[in-house]
C-alpha cells in the first residue's frame, strides 16, 4: 500500500461526458503527479501541483484540467471525453516539489469512454 | 518523440537465471534514472535508481548500470524469482523535472 488513494477505480461513461478522478495524496506529502497510461503505452505526465500550486505541465490536452486543495487532495476533471481517453490515470506525490523521480502512485482510476 | 525508449516489450527467464532488461534515452540533460515495477492492478513501485554521476547501483538482486556515452540503462535481475514477474518502467528526469517514462518491458519469469 503506497497510501495514495485514488477514487473511482473503474469509471465507464459516453463520448462527450464529463468525469473526475480524486486523489489523496500520501500524508505528508505536498506534490501531486497525474500521469495517462494508454492501452500498452508508458505513462504520460500530464501535470503537477505543489501545495495548491500548479508545478510543471506535461501533454495535457485543454479538454483536461487538475486542481489541487488546501486539503492537499487533487482532482483531475476530463470533459467532452472522447473514445481516446479510455486509459489508465494514475495519480502520485512525494514529499518536495523537486521530482526526484521517487514517486509514490495510487492503483490508478481506469476510464472507459464508450 | 519517445525520449525514453523500452525497445523489448516482454522478457521471459528461467527462473534462478539472470533478466536484463534495457533501456534507451535521446535527451542528454536526463541527470537521474530509475526503474519501476507494476504488478497487474496496482500503481507502479520505485525499485532502484542511479544518478548520472555513477555507472552501478546495487541493491540486493538488482542492479542498474548506466552508459551514458551510449545513452543506455540496463537493470540485471540476479537470481530471478517468479514473484518479479511484472512490468518493469524505465524512467528519467533532468534537475528535478517532470518524469518522463519508458513504454515499459512484460518480464515473466517461469518456475
Known amino acids: 500500500d503506497s497510501g495514495v488513494t485514488q477514487t473511482p477505480k473503474h469509471l465507464i461513461t459516453a463520448t462527450g461526458q464529463r468525469v473526475t478522478l480524486r486523489c489523496s495524496p500520501r500524508?505528508?506529502?505536498?506534490?501531486v503527479y497525474w500521469y495517462q497510461q494508454s492501452l500498452d503505452q508508458g505513462l504520460q505526465f500530464l501535470i503537477q501541483?505543489?501545495?495548491?500550486?500548479?508545478?510543471a505541465k506535461g501533454n495535457i490536452l485543454e479538454r483536461f484540467s487538475a486542481q489541487q486543495f488546501p486539503d492537499l487532495h487533487s482532482e483531475l476533471n476530463l470533459s467532452s471525453l472522447e473514445l481516446g481517453d479510455s486509459a489508465l490515470y494514475f495519480c502520485?506525490?512525494?514529499?518536495?516539489?523537486?521530482?526526484?523521480?521517487?514517486?509514490?502512485f495510487g492503483e490508478g482510476s481506469r476510464l472507459t469512454v464508450l | 518523440d519517445q525520449q525514453v525508449k523500452q525497445n523489448s516489450p516482454s522478457l521471459s527467464v528461467q527462473e534462478g537465471r539472470i533478466s536484463i532488461l534495457n533501456c534507451d534515452y535521446t535527451?542528454?540533460?536526463?541527470?537521474?534514472f530509475l526503474w519501476y515495477k507494476k504488478y497487474p492492478a496496482e500503481g507502479p513501485t520505485f525499485l532502484i535508481s542511479?544518478?548520472?554521476?555513477?555507472d552501478k547501483n546495487e541493491d540486493g538482486r538488482f542492479t542498474v548500470f548506466l552508459n551514458k556515452s551510449a545513452k543506455h540503462l540496463s537493470l540485471h535481475i540476479v537470481p530471478s524469482q517468479p514473484g518479479d514477474s511484472a512490468v518493469y518502467f524505465c524512467?528519467?528526469?533532468?534537475?528535478?523535472?517532470?518524469?518522463?517514462f519508458g513504454g515499459g518491458t512484460r518480464l515473466m519469469v517461469k518456475p
Open positions: 502520485a506525490s512525494s514529499v518536495g516539489h523537486l521530482n526526484t523521480g521517487e514517486l509514490f
Open positions: 500524508s505528508g506529502d505536498l506534490s
Open positions: 501541483y505543489y501545495n495548491g500550486e500548479e508545478r
Open positions: 535527451n542528454s540533460m536526463f541527470d537521474y
Open positions: 542511479i544518478s548520472s554521476i555513477k
Open positions: 524512467a528519467a528526469n533532468n534537475a528535478g523535472n517532470m518524469l518522463t
